[in-house]
């Protein structure tokens, strides 16, 4: 071995003990311990065939190498996690018979996420030997890049096990058993003792684990499947089946080669963040404790702030706006204020983009838009970039050949159209020529027309559906013909996972609302963390935000909306003592939970839709949400965030209610999103 390795084994406690108390009489016990008993050793105590083969393989490691190279610490339902040398006393208890949320805050009130990172420093190599409900015990913490972590486990508690690069998960469930013969409740532990064997006939296999842990298990399972004597002889055969999910690279297909760079990114084009335009204001000066707006003039547009007033500099490059969600009150609006920049009061060395808003129009067969419309509007209203017309092709009108290819030659023809009239008239604001296509093929003929053309700006539209390996693989298509003076917009974008290999194909710029809508779409992902998340494609930890609706919002009896409203008043009570440390978690769980039950039953009953299904239905929600919240109430990640919005208004900004908080909630997912984003093309 040309390397020092200790192994660090967590597994479970086993159900068969050498002499047990019932769980009552252990937990009146004070956990079993008494003057009058003798303790034992929590290795000598289990004696199931799980932890007494995984025994024999810790055995076999001590007396065939140097002291040390191997620690086992066992996860028992009675003590937490122990170190396999701490003297207990017998007892009957196990996590199996509790639900996953008792599961998890058992966990966290025996600090095992604590206690598993203190135990794990001075080990290279981890292995974890545990069921699907002692591994949602687990807080995974984040183990150091040059410890490598090793599971054996179902598929099924494959799914709690975090993906990250250093963690291997090979799995170990029903069927893997049956090719080994073993029964899965012991499996683990004898795959254990199977693997020692073979480390003690040769130890450069202790080398190979460690560099190479799927190499090696592979060829265990395939000379285990075709009963080869020597278990790590490699046959030159494939598996039958896959046996490991392993992490790697989130998209380990989007790597760009140095020779594949783009000429614009060579010649060091920056990427640009636009974000599109759609009203979204909030009010400065918004009373939180009340509920109320607090507007000097009453005018939501001239009281009101965007995010870029709010924050010292806009969480983004530049702004999109499209013409077909412009009202000709707007336009008024605009034009009273002299131009666009005026309007949204946004400072003119951020760019403004205008579009025609493509997706408004899909079912028409035509745009509703002139060439000369689209000229007027950019230039009147003083845009700095204007998108020629096009045609989506999506959908259904992507998969017809005729359809797609009639929308294919419109959009080019705009194009060439658009550039000549904009030259002919003169017009100031930079043109941007728009390509269509379905596949790479059709949008490089597109983008080679337009760069022949003479645009200096193109973008490539009907993104949004597609893939993110299909954009990378349309951009590679592309990328040869992109001169280094060539700007490139992709429409709808906002890929985190594959925005580095994007811009060093030539992208420049995107658009994209996506951080700023979740803060009130979907249940589970409306606050954005700074943290990461190796689960989410793009790396970003998000939590739910707490749903407090008014009460108001349910017309119902006088009785009944005096006893909402004060559940209401009790539950934002207690989530602005949990705010600033003077109320336990499980009141703020209970006060909230409480309301929202009693509010969405009682909409459902003022639609007379209360039956025995939205019963149960409601029932699995309220038990979700309980989850969700006390994810996000117990790591309080507004309270690490540098952002103005989080610093300034505290919980509030994870209640889920009305515009001025869940707007405001968007501003700071922007926020994250626009410096995560940072961090990735840098």
Not at 41 to 70: K, S, T, W
Not at 113 to 131: P, R, S, T, Y
Not at 299 to 317: L, R, T, W
Not at 389 to 402: E, S, T
């Amino acid at each position: 071995m040309d390397k020092k390795y200790r192994i660090l084994v967590i597994s479970s406690c086993t159900k068969k003990k050498l002499k047990q108390k019932s769980g009552k009489e252990f937990d009146k016990k004070n956990k079993g311990f008494s003057s009058k008993e003798s303790l034992i050793p929590a290795y000598q105590l289990y004696r199931g065939r799980h932890h007494l083969y995984l025994m024999e393989g810790i055995g076999l490691l001590r007396d065939n190498f140097e002291e040390g190279i191997v620690s086992l610490k066992i996860l028992s339902a009675g003590y937490g996690l122990i170190d396999e040398n701490k003297k207990i006393a017998p007892y009957d208890k196990s996590l199996n018979k509790m639900g996953k949320n008792q599961i998890i805050e058992w966990g966290r009130k025996q600090q095992i996420k604590k206690k598993l990172c203190e135990m794990a420093k001075d080990f290279n190599i981890i292995v974890f030997l545990l069921g699907n409900k002692y591994l949602q015990a687990i807080d995974f913490p984040m183990f150091r890049e040059d410890q490598k972590v090793i599971f054996f486990s179902s598929a099924e508690g494959g799914k709690i096990i975090p993906e990250k690069n250093n963690y291997f998960l090979f799995y170990a469930g029903v069927k893997e058993a049956g090719i080994f013969k073993a029964s899965p409740i012991w499996f683990k532990g004898y795959l254990f003792k199977l693997i020692c064997k073979e480390v003690i006939k040769n130890p450069d296999l202790l080398n190979r684990i460690y560099y190479d842990p799927i190499g090696v298990m592979e060829k265990f399972y395939k000379n285990q499947i075709f009963k080869k004597k020597t278990l790590f002889n490699n046959p030159k055969i494939e598996l039958p089946k896959k046996i490991y999910r392993v992490k790697g690279e989130a998209f380990p297909n989007l790597i760009v080669k140095g020779a594949e760079f783009a000429d614009n990114y060579r010649a060091g084009k920056e990427m640009k963040f636009f974000i599109p335009e759609w009203d979204d204001r909030v009010d400065p000066n918004y009373d939180f404790l009340k509920d109320e707006t607090n507007r000097k003039n009453g005018d939501p547009y001239e009281d009101d702030f965007y995010s870029h007033e709010i924050y010292d500099s806009p969480n983004y490059d530049g702004i999109l706006m499209s013409l077909s969600v412009l009202s000709n009150e707007k336009i008024k609006g605009i034009l009273s204020k002299e131009n666009v920049h005026n309007f949204l009061r946004f400072p003119k060395k951020f760019p403004i983009m205008a579009d025609c808003g493509a997706f408004n129009y899909i079912d028409e067969r035509m745009p509703p838009f002139s060439i000369e419309d689209a000229l007027n509007y950019y230039q009147s209203l003083g845009f700095d970039y204007g998108v020629s017309i096009d045609h989506l092709i999506v959908g259904k009108y992507g998969k017809d050949p005729k359809e797609r290819n009639r929308r294919y030659e419109l959009t080019q023809e705009n194009a060439r159209l658009f550039l000549k009239n904009h030259r002919e008239k003169g017009c100031s604001f930079k043109p941007i020529g728009i390509a269509q296509g379905w596949d790479p093929q059709s949008y490089f003929e597109s983008a080679k027309e337009l760069i022949n053309l003479g645009y200096k700006y193109i973008a490539l539209g009907s993104l949004i559906p597609k893939k993110t390996q299909e954009i990378f693989n349309i951009l590679k298509r592309i990328t040869p013909i992109i001169p280094e003076d060539l700007d490139l917009h992709l429409f709808g974008v906002a890929r985190l996972e594959g925005i580095k290999a994007f811009h060093q194909l030539g992208a420049t710029s995107f658009d994209s609302a996506s951080p700023l809508r979740r803060a009130w779409l979907g249940v589970a992902q409306n606050y954005f963390s700074f943290e990461n998340d190796e689960k989410a494609a793009d790396g970003i930890k998000k939590y739910a935000a707490i749903r407090v609706p008014y009460h108001k919002a349910i017309k119902t009896s006088q009785e009944i909306t005096k006893e909402l409203e004060g559940l209401e008043k009790r539950a934002l009570t207690s989530l602005r003592k949990f705010g600033v440390r003077n109320e336990n978690l499980e009141k703020v769980i209970e006060d909230v939970l409480t309301y929202e039950k009693a509010f969405r039953e009682e909409k459902l009953i003022s639609k007379k839709g209360y039956d025995e299904k939205a019963k149960i239905d409601l029932k699995k929600q309220i038990e979700k949400h309980d989850e969700l919240y006390r994810e996000v109430l117990e790591i309080r990640p507004w309270e690490n965030c540098d952002c103005k919005i989080c610093k300034e208004i505290g919980i509030d900004v994870v209640i889920f209610r009305g515009n001025n908080r869940n707007r405001r909630r968007g501003f700071h997912n922007t926020y994250v999103f626009n410096k995560k984003m940072r961090n990735i093309i840098r």
